[in-house]
């Protein structure tokens, strides 16, 4: 089991937080119930006929990814996750490779390029052929690349994708790669 990215602290911090006017009419303070936080994470979780696996994500200010199964169908979402350096909760690449194995989809960040990470390490973010290493070690089906540095052109996010493609082509992979827009939806 993988550790649980957010302590019973966080939790009711963040509850204390929402639930304070005028986002909420009571005051976490003003509750009557004993409120019990779990001290360890689930290791999945259902949602109608959706099974759900949660895992760190590795970034200095942690969070989770998310692995969605439903019918023998997988979709990964892993944003914010930096695959070259382990932050403190965060998990390897080897764990990562695991999670993914063999997913139709996986969406993962691919913020930067090789040459922007050498200033960028330990930031949270990963290099676009690391993702794409990810992917094609897994044997997924389908990379969706997301979480694009906010300065970079279409035209830059293009000849990433291209470089990808180049990459798969060469590899005789089978693998498809996209960039993630808003409103794209995806069939698995």
């Known amino acids: 089991m993988h550790r649980c990215p957010f302590p019973s602290r ?15 009419p009571v005051r976490y303070s003003d509750l009557k119930a004993d409120i019990i936080y779990e001290k360890s ?3 999945y979780f259902q949602i109608g006929s959706v099974t759900i696996f949660p895992i ?6 942690k969070g989770s990814g998310y692995k969605f199964v439903e019918d023998g169908k997988t979709f ?12 403190p909760g965060g998990l390897g690449f080897k764990d990562y490779l ?9 969406i993962h960040d691919a913020e930067y390029t090789p040459e922007e990470y050498k200033s960028n390490i330990e930031w ?10 990810l992917a094609f070690q897994a044997n997924v089906k389908k990379l969706g690349l997301f979480h694009l540095n906010q300065e970079r052109t ?26 993630v827009g808003e409103g794209m939806t995806f069939e698995l």
């Open 56 to 61: 760190p994500l590795s970034h200095p200010n």
């Open 124 to 133: 949270g973010h990963t290099v676009f052929t690391d993702a794409l290493e």
């Open 76 to 87: 990964i979402f892993l944003t914010d996750n930096e695959l070259g350096y382990i932050h």
């Open 154 to 179: 279409d035209i830059q996010a293009d000849e990433m994708l291209a470089n990808c493609n180049k990459i798969i082509d060469e590899s005789g992979s089978s693998l498809e790669c996209v960039m």
């Open 10 to 24: 966080y939790v009711e911090s963040i509850l204390s937080k929402v639930m304070y006017p005028p986002n909420f």
């Open 98 to 106: 695991e999670y993914c194995k063999d997913a139709e989809l996986l």
């Open 41 to 43: 994470c689930p290791t």
